[in-house]
C-alpha cells in the first residue's frame, strides 16, 4: 500500500468517526426530549427548551402520539345566562384556580380556567344583542379578560390596560354587531398572557345569529368545537411554565383537544361541522384527516368564507379559527375516522349513524364574494426578529405610547412585512384588535381561497409581505402583536388608537 492509499484509508476511518460522534450527538438529545407523551421523563432538564438558537425553533419539541387510553371529547358546556332581556343577556365568568385529570393513571394537574377547572365555556353572543359579561378574578394574581376577535371599544377590550387585580371584577359591555363566526376569550395581562393561557385559560365565543344557512348547527352534536393545543407535562405530570417556557414560544410534545388527550366522537350525522381553534402559544398547526381524504373549509377567524374551499391539509397558526365540514356518508357504520395534527391523530371519529341533516347548505354561499381588490398600502409594518429581540418597527412594546392613530370610521391598508433575519427568521401571526380585516394580497399575489373571509390574525412566512385592509368602527386603545404568545410578552406588541 503506497502512502496516498494510507492516507486515504485513514482519513475515511476518521471520518466514519466524526460522523458517528455528530449523529449521536444529532438524535441523542432529539430521542431524549420525544418518546411517549403519556409518562414521560422529565425532559426538561439541561435547558434543551431555553434559548434554542435557530434550531428549527418550534420544532425543538417534535409533537408524539400518546398512548394515553381514548377518552370521549368533552364539549365545552354552553354558559347560561344569568338574566336574559329583549335587548340583553347577563353572563358571569370567573377565573380559578383548578385540577384537571389529563391522564388515566396518576396525578390531577394544577390548572386554571373559566367557572371551572380547564378552559371555559362556551358563551353565546347574539348579534344585534348587548352582552353584559361580569368578569370575576379568583386568582392571586393579575389578569384580564380579552374578547379575541370582537369588533368593540378599546375599554371593553380587555388588552393589558383592563388588567383585574386579584379577587376584584368588572362589567363589561359587548354590543354584538358582526358576522357570526368562531371567537375566542383568553387573559392579556402584561407578563402573564403566556403562562396563564398554557395553565389552561382559553373559552370560546360563539357569535350566533338567526338566519338559516342549512350548515350543522346543533352545538354538540352536529357542531363541535375542538380547541387544540400542545402541551408538554413534567414527570410529574404537571405544566410547569417556568421550565418550560422557551423565549421563541413554548411548545409541548402532547396534543390536547378541548383539554384532553386521544378524544373520540360519534358521529351521527352525514356531516360534521368542526370549529378549530388554534390555542397553542406557539405552534402551528397543520390539520388534515387520516385516510388523507379532502375536508371542506366553509369559515376563517370572523365569519364564512365567500365559498366553501376543499383542503387536505388545513394550517392555523397561533389563535387562527377554521370551521370545517368532514363528510361521513360514504363511512361504513362503526368506522373510525381521526383529525390529525401534523401527521398526529388526536380526536377519533366513529360514524354511529348515518342521519341526513334538514338544509342545504351550499345555500349558505349564494352571495357573491367580496372582491379582496389590491390598493396601494396606507401603512407599512415590520416584523423583525427572534427571542427577546422582537420587534415591531424596530420597537418593542411600550404601554405609555402610542404607535398608530387612526380616525373612527376610516378603512386602512396595512402590509405586514416580516423581514428575514440571518437565520432565516420565523412566522409570525399577526393579530389586531378591535376589527376584523380582510387579506388583501400575500406578496403581490391574491390570497388563497381558504383565506378569502374574514381574519383577525394572518400567518406572515419570513420574507413575506401580507396586505390586509380593515375599518376601524370603534374608538379607543387596541393592541396589534404576534400571536406566539412569548413574542407579544417579548414586547412584539404596538398600540393603535382609534378617535
Ligand atoms: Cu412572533
Known amino acids: 500500500m503506497n502512502r496516498v492509499m494510507k492516507w486515504v484509508i485513514g482519513m475515511g476511518i476518521v471520518s466514519i468517526v466524526i460522523g458517528l460522534f455528530l449523529l449521536l450527538f444529532t438524535f441523542a438529545p432529539g430521542n431524549w426530549m420525544m418518546g411517549n407523551s403519556s409518562f414521560m421523563g422529565d425532559r426538561n432538564d439541561g435547558g434543551m427548551m431555553h434559548g434554542n438558537g435557530g434550531m428549527g425553533r418550534e420544532g425543538t419539541v417534535e409533537l408524539a402520539a400518546s398512548n394515553e387510553p381514548n377518552q370521549r371529547l368533552p364539549i365545552p358546556e354552553p354558559l347560561r345566562p344569568d338574566r336574559v332581556t329583549d335587548e340583553a343577556l347577563y353572563y358571569t365568568v370567573r377565573i380559578e384556580r383548578g385540577e384537571h385529570r389529563f391522564f388515566n ?119 363541535i368545537p375542538l380547541i387544540v393545543q400542545d402541551r408538554l407535562f413534567t414527570a410529574d405530570g404537571q405544566l410547569d411554565y417556568d421550565r418550560q417556557m422557551n423565549i421563541d414560544g413554548t411548545v409541548g410534545d402532547t396534543l390536547i383537544a378541548n383539554g384532553a388527550i386521544n378524544t373520540t366522537f360519534d358521529v351521527t350525522t352525514n356531516t360534521l361541522r368542526v370549529r378549530l381553534v388554534n390555542g397553542s402559544n406557539a405552534r402551528n398547526l397543520d390539520f388534515s384527516l387520516s385516510n388523507g381524504e379532502a375536508f371542506t373549509q366553509i369559515a376563517t377567524d370572523g365569519g364564512l368564507l365567500d365559498r366553501p374551499v376543499s383542503l ?53 354561499f349564494t352571495e357573491a364574494p367580496v372582491a379582496n381588490e389590491s390598493s396601494e398600502a396606507d401603512r407599512r409594518l415590520t416584523l423583525f426578529g427572534m427571542g427577546n429581540m422582537v420587534t415591531i418597527d424596530g420597537k418593542q412594546f411600550d404601554p405609555d405610547r402610542i404607535d398608530i392613530n387612526v380616525r373612527q370610521g376610516s378603512t386602512e391598508v396595512w402590509e405586514i412585512y416580516n423581514r428575514e433575519d440571518m437565520m432565516g427568521g420565523m412566522t409570525h401571526p399577526f393579530h389586531v384588535h378591535g376589527v376584523q380585516f380582510r387579506i388583501l394580497e400575500r406578496d403581490g399575489k391574491p390570497p388563497p381561497d381558504n383565506e378569502r373571509g374574514w381574519k383577525d390574525t394572518v400567518a406572515v412566512a419570513p420574507g413575506e409581505k401580507v396586505n390586509i385592509e380593515m375599518t376601524f368602527r370603534e374608538t379607543g386603545t387596541f393592541m396589534y402583536h404576534c400571536h406566539i404568545l412569548e413574542h407579544e410578552e417579548n414586547g412584539m406588541m404596538g398600540q393603535l388608537k382609534v378617535d
Open 105 to 223: 393513571q396518576g396525578v390531577s394537574t394544577e390548572t386554571l380556567g373559566y367557572n371551572g377547572n380547564l378552559l371555559g365555556p362556551m358563551i353565546e353572543l347574539p348579534a344585534g344583542k348587548t352582552v353584559y359579561i361580569n368578569t370575576i378574578n379568583q386568582l392571586d394574581e393579575p389578569t384580564s379578560f380579552h374578547w379575541h376577535g370582537l369588533v368593540i371599544p378599546g375599554a371593553e377590550d380587555g388588552g393589558p390596560h383592563q388588567s383585574i387585580a386579584p379577587g376584584e371584577q368588572r362589567q363589561v359591555r359587548l354590543d354584538i354587531d358582526q358576522e357570526p363566526g368562531t371567537l375566542w376569550f383568553h387573559p392579556h395581562p402584561m407578563g402573564a398572557t403566556a403562562e396563564q393561557v398554557y395553565l389552561g385559560l382559553a373559552g370560546l365565543l360563539y357569535v350566533t345569529d338567526q338566519t338559516e344557512t342549512g350548515l350543522p348547527n346543533e352545538y354538540g352534536v352536529d357542531d
Open 312 to 364: 387536505e391539509t388545513l394550517t392555523l397558526t397561533p389563535s387562527e379559527r377554521a370551521d370545517i365540514l368532514i363528510d361521513f356518508s360514504d363511512l361504513s357504520l362503526g368506522d373510525d375516522l381521526a383529525l390529525q395534527a401534523d401527521g398526529i391523530p388526536f380526536t377519533t371519529f366513529t360514524a354511529r349513524d348515518h342521519i341526513e341533516q334538514d338544509g342545504d347548505w351550499t345555500e349558505a
